[in-house]
């Protein structure tokens, strides 16, 4: 009776059970035998290897488990420092003035927009009754509104005066306490009895004269 027969783990070869080692791939027939599951700690570098490592842990572990959660939660404040302190900036759509605007800050607070509006439409030259305005409303806290208005400026020509394809910059201070702001673009007519305003505070008109 011929004996017991396994197929070799290597080549599948049928080969006499007893044999410890494959004839043909002479590969052992026997898979190693499971030392079972090994201690985790048993694969880390032993402490022993760096034992100036090992005093300054024993020295300072304590403290560094007390400042990891610390140190992990400092950018995480940051960040929603950051997003809470944010000006939200609304643009409307508009395809004749459209508006580009940066946030400049300091000390996590904007201070200033700075933006570039493009005339899309008709020219707006220099020394006419009109002019292309940028007006911010600002939404306050407790619910206040405060407007200013500003003049882009292109460097070919003066504040407010700007040929179809031109753009012109315009910075605008943002006042304290701002939350979000709303920019709008439109021509303003100056007409014959206003004045050119420049600081920011928009079209006024000059002060009655007195008629004896």
């Known amino acids: 009776m011929a004996g017991a027969e396994v197929s070799c783990p290597r080549c599948a070869v049928r080969i ?23 201690e985790i700690r048993a694969l880390l570098v032993q402490p022993q290897r760096f034992p100036a490592l090992g005093k ?7 403290w560094l488990k007390v400042a990891a959660p ?24 508009d395809p004749v003035f459209p508006i580009e605007v940066t946030q400049v800050k300091k000390g996590g607070r904007t201070v200033l927009l700075k933006g570039e509006l493009t005339n899309l439409g008709e020219d707006v030259p220099d020394l006419s009754l009109r002019s292309i305005g940028v007006t911010a409303e600002f939404l306050l806290d407790g619910g206040r509104v405060e407007r200013k208005r500003v003049f882009p400026k292109s460097p070919f020509r003066g504040e407010g005066a700007l040929f179809r394809g031109e753009s012109g910059a315009f910075e605008i201070e943002v006042p304290k306490g701002a939350d979000s702001v709303t920019l709008r673009a439109e021509i303003v007519n100056l007409g014959e009895d206003r004045r050119f305003d420049t600081t920011g505070r928009g ?10």
């Open 203 to 212: 079209i006024r008109r000059p002060p009655p004269q007195n008629r004896r």
């Open 56 to 62: 300054y842990y024993r020295e300072y572990g304590k």
């Open 16 to 38: 006499p059970a007893d044999l410890p080692v494959c004839p043909f791939c002479r590969q052992p027939v026997a898979p190693a035998a499971d030392a079972g599951p090994k």
């Open 70 to 93: 610390v140190l992990i939660a400092v950018p995480v404040l940051y960040a929603v420092f950051l997003l809470m302190t944010r000006l939200s900036v609304t643009v409307p759509k």
